[in-house]
C-alpha cells in the first residue's frame, strides 16, 4: 500500500491497540491536497471525481472506496475494480461503507456478496469480508445490539449519544429508519418509510377463506408494464361491529425471468411462488387475457361489488372488464383521492381493523411504500422515492378506500340523509 495511506493509518491502528495513548494532530500524514506528494520512492494518493468514464486505463497499486452505498453509477465502481490494478502484483481494493437503502445498488449487490461468503453460500478467497450489521429481526431497542453492531462504542461514539438518537426515532418511522441504517448497519427499504410495520404486523390476523365465499367485496387493479408485477388486492368490509376489514391480495409475474429477477433484486419471488403468494404467467410477458380469466374465477367465488382502477395505463383492459360486465370504478391516483384513502389505512391499521394474514409479499410492498406531499400536507405514493415494487400496497389502498366509502355509506344514519318524518293535520309530513 502507497505510503500516504499507511502513514496515515498507522497512527490510527496504533490508537486501537493503545488506547490508554495518545497522538498528536501533527502525527497525522493530513494535507490539504486532493492530490498527496510523494514519499520516499513510493506512489501518490490521489482523491478522484466520480465520472467513471475519465477513469479507464488507471493502474492503481490500492484504492480506498468510501460509502459505496452511495454510489449512483455502477459502472465507476466497475471501472475502478476490474480494470484498474490489472497489471499490478498485488492490487489491494478497500471498501467501505454503511449501509444504504436502494437494494438494485452496486452497494448492496456488494453487501449481498459479503453475506453469502459469510453464510458459507460461496467461495471467493480473493475477498475477505468483514460486516457489523444487524438481523432484520433483531430488537432495535436492545443496547447489547447496539454493542454487537459498533465495536467502538464508547470510544468514537457515546452510548447516551444512541440512547438520545433512538428516543428521536421512536417517533418518526423516517428517523427509525435512519437508525437502523446508520447505528446498526440495516438496509433499509427506503430514505423514508411510511408505514409503521410493527403496527402493520400486528394486524396479521388470519381468516377463512371458506367462510368469505359470497361475501360482498371490492377490488383495487394495479396494471403493470407486462414484464412486471401485476396485483389485484380484494377488501372485504366487516359484517359487523366486531369484525375487520380482510385483504386478500393475488399477484402475477411472467415465469421466464423470474429466477433473473431473484437474483438481481435479491427478492424471495420464487419462495413466493412455491407458498402460493405470487403467480407465474408462461412466457416473457404478463398476458392480460390471463387476468381476465382469473377474475372470472374470482367472481364466481366472491360477490365483487367493484373493480378500481388507475385509468392511466389500463384504460383499455378496464373498458375489456367493463364489458364483461364488472362495475369499474375510475381511480386516479393523485392527493385528492390518494390521500383520504392512505390516512384510512393507517387509521385502521393503528386500531387494528384490518387484516391481512401476514401475506409476506404484501407486507414487502407496504414496507416498500414512500410518500409525497404537497403543501397542504396531502400525501400519495411515490413510486420514485420508492426502491422497490409498491403495487400491491397501491391496489390494497384502492380496494380498501371503496369498501370503508361503501361500508360507510351503507352503515349511514337514516337522518344523516333525510329528515324527520312527523304525522300532522295535512298527513304525514318530512321535516
Known amino acids: 500500500m502507497f505510503s500516504y495511506s499507511r502513514g496515515l493509518l498507522r497512527p490510527v491502528l496504533f490508537y486501537y491497540l493503545n488506547p490508554g495513548l495518545a497522538?498528536?494532530?501533527?502525527?497525522?500524514?493530513?494535507?490539504?491536497?486532493?492530490?498527496?506528494?510523494?514519499?520516499?520512492?513510493?506512489s501518490p494518493g490521489k482523491a478522484l471525481s466520480a465520472d467513471a468514464h475519465s477513469k479507464h486505463g488507471i493502474s492503481a497499486h490500492?484504492?480506498?472506496?468510501?460509502?459505496?452505498?452511495?454510489?449512483?453509477?455502477?459502472?465507476?465502481?466497475?471501472?475502478?475494480?476490474?480494470?484498474s490494478g490489472a497489471s499490478r502484483r498485488q492490487p489491494l481494493?478497500?471498501?467501505?461503507?454503511?449501509?444504504?437503502?436502494?437494494?438494485?445498488?452496486?452497494?448492496?449487490?456488494?453487501?449481498?456478496?459479503?453475506?453469502?461468503?459469510?453464510?458459507?453460500?460461496?467461495?471467493?478467497?480473493?475477498?475477505?469480508?468483514?460486516?457489523?450489521?444487524a438481523p432484520e429481526d433483531a430488537d432495535w431497542s436492545d443496547e447489547n445490539v447496539w454493542r454487537k453492531v459498533n465495536?467502538?462504542?464508547?470510544?468514537?461514539?457515546?452510548?447516551?449519544?444512541?440512547?438520545?438518537?433512538?428516543?428521536?426515532?421512536?417517533?418518526?418511522?423516517?428517523?427509525?429508519?435512519?437508525?437502523?441504517?446508520?447505528?446498526?448497519?440495516?438496509?433499509?427499504?427506503?430514505?423514508?418509510?411510511?408505514?409503521n410495520m410493527v403496527k402493520w404486523d400486528e394486524c396479521a390476523f388470519p381468516f377463512d377463506l371458506r367462510k368469505l365465499k359470497g361475501h360482498a367485496c371490492y377490488a383495487?387493479?394495479?396494471?403493470?408494464s407486462t414484464n412486471d408485477i401485476t396485483a389485484l388486492v380484494l377488501c372485504f368490509p366487516p359484517q359487523d361491529e366486531t369484525d375487520k376489514y380482510?385483504?386478500?391480495?393475488?399477484?402475477?409475474?411472467?415465469?421466464?425471468?423470474?429466477?433473473?429477477?431473484?437474483?438481481?433484486?435479491?427478492?424471495?419471488?420464487?419462495?413466493?411462488v412455491v407458498k402460493k403468494l405470487l403467480t407465474t404467467t408462461e412466457g416473457e410477458v404478463i398476458?392480460?387475457?390471463?387476468?381476465?380469466?382469473?377474475?372470472?374465477?374470482?367472481?364466481?367465488?366472491?360477490?365483487?361489488?367493484?373493480?378500481?382502477?388507475?385509468?392511466?395505463?389500463?384504460f383499455h383492459f378496464a373498458q375489456i372488464l367493463s364489458d364483461d360486465g364488472y362495475p369499474m370504478v375510475e381511480y386516479r391516483q393523485g392527493y385528492k383521492t390518494m390521500s383520504p384513502a392512505m390516512k384510512t389505512l393507517m387509521q385502521l391499521t393503528l386500531e387494528k381493523r384490518i387484516a391481512h394474514g401476514g401475506n409476506a409479499a404484501l407486507r414487502w410492498m407496504v414496507d416498500n411504500l414512500a410518500v409525497t406531499r404537497d403543501p397542504a400536507g396531502n400525501i400519495k405514493p411515490d413510486k420514485e422515492k420508492a426502491t422497490e415494487k409498491i403495487d400491491g400496497a397501491v391496489a390494497m389502498i384502492m380496494a380498501l378506500?371503496?369498501?370503508?366509502?361503501?361500508?360507510?355509506?351503507?352503515?349511514?344514519?337514516?337522518?344523516?340523509?333525510?329528515?324527520?318524518?312527523?304525522?300532522?293535520?295535512?298527513?304525514?309530513?318530512?321535516?
Open 62 to 83: 490500492g484504492i480506498i472506496f468510501d460509502e459505496l452505498h452511495a454510489q449512483t453509477d455502477p459502472d465507476y465502481f466497475k471501472t475502478m475494480t476490474k480494470g
Open 287 to 314: 398476458h392480460y387475457g390471463y387476468i381476465q380469466s382469473y377474475i372470472e374465477d374470482l367472481a364466481k367465488i366472491y360477490d365483487i361489488k367493484e373493480i378500481a382502477y388507475d385509468p392511466w395505463g389500463a
Open 93 to 133: 481494493t478497500f471498501i467501505i461503507t454503511t449501509a444504504g437503502y436502494d437494494r438494485n445498488s452496486v452497494g448492496f449487490e456488494v453487501h449481498q456478496k459479503a453475506m453469502d461468503i459469510l453464510d458459507g453460500k460461496r467461495i471467493d478467497p480473493t475477498f475477505y469480508p468483514c460486516v457489523f450489521s
Open 246 to 272: 380482510i385483504v386478500l391480495p393475488h399477484f402475477w409475474i411472467p415465469d421466464a425471468n423470474l429466477h433473473a429477477r431473484v437474483r438481481r433484486d435479491h427478492v424471495p419471488y420464487d419462495d413466493w
Open 151 to 195: 465495536p467502538s462504542l464508547g470510544r468514537t461514539i457515546g452510548i447516551d449519544y444512541l440512547r438520545h438518537e433512538y428516543e428521536e426515532a421512536t417517533f418518526s418511522p423516517a428517523d427509525e429508519n435512519g437508525f437502523r441504517q446508520l447505528h446498526l448497519n440495516q438496509w433499509v427499504k427506503q430514505s423514508v418509510r411510511w408505514m
Open 220 to 224: 383495487g387493479l394495479d396494471l403493470s
Open 23 to 42: 497522538f498528536s494532530k501533527t502525527d497525522l500524514p493530513l494535507s490539504p491536497s486532493r492530490h498527496s506528494p510523494r514519499r520516499h520512492n513510493s
Open 401 to 431: 378506500d371503496r369498501a370503508f366509502q361503501n361500508n360507510a355509506e351503507r352503515n349511514k344514519s337514516v337522518y344523516e340523509t333525510r329528515g324527520l318524518i312527523g304525522y300532522g293535520p295535512d298527513g304525514w309530513i318530512l321535516s
